[in-house]
């Protein structure tokens, strides 16, 4: 029996630089649960350190993916999304062998803190979060579609830190699992995108930073079994029934 799950894959917490320090482990999860969002994605910039913290948080409600927006050395957003949380770590350990150990400038670009459960502090991450990696966009979708994550081509709308900034239109048998478009697109704006690539799969994120814009309007619903990544995945590959709403209406 599918049920529609309301889904945001891209969340950023108080680790990445340009998240406000409001948004914590409790603070996220409370606010999530507010919106009645089924499922977050936790995906701060080249890393996935403060999932535990989420997760721990949540314990259960909502379900808890850990994601990486990583940067890519074209300066291309990725949003990488894993099944568990060992496997992101795999991940992150494969990324960081290319990423430069840039010293975060916290007066400049902001904290960086990984925190548990209850918000206390566990570190804070030394090397500047925000930067390309050395790795290719294609080599970064081939690594996260190998290690079975689900690789989807990060607010393809935007003007900067996407595919079509860096690179130009994408080609429509990119092997990218889907594309997503920013929330602060209308109806018609998206519909366009939808036009240009109508055999794709879109998605819709909050990339939130702050708590205010976690909200039911600026994510995607999905028509699942129950609110898994299994589940979240037959519904970008439009296997088995499972769909994505789309989310414009």
Known sequence: MLKPFWVDLHIHTLLSPCGELEMGAPEIVEQARAAKLDV???ADHNTCENFPGIYGAAAGSPVVL????????ED???????PDYDTAFTYKEWLWQRIRPIPND???FGYQIVVDANN???KEEETF??????????????KTKE????????????????????????PEDYPADAF??????????????????????????????????LSRANCTKMMLEEPTFEEIKKAIRGEDGRRISWPWG
């Open 40 to 42: 977050i994605g936790i």
């Open 66 to 73: 850990p994601c990486i927006e990583t940067q890519s050395a």
């Open 76 to 82: 291309i957003h990725i949003l990488c999304v894993f």
């Open 106 to 108: 916290v007066e400049h």
């Open 120 to 122: 206390e502090i566990v």
């Open 129 to 142: 979060l925000i930067q390309g990696a050395g790795y290719e966009v294609d080599q970064i979708v081939a």
């Open 147 to 170: 290690m079975g994550g689900l690789a989807i081509l990060a607010h393809v709308d935007r003007p900067a830190f996407s595919y079509p900034a860096a690179l130009g239109p994408m």
């Open 180 to 213: 997503e478009l920013s929330c602060r697109l209308n109806h018609d704006e998206a519909q366009k995108w939808r036009e240009q690539y109508p055999e794709r799969a879109f998605i819709r994120s909050s990339d939130s930073h702050m708590l205010e814009t």
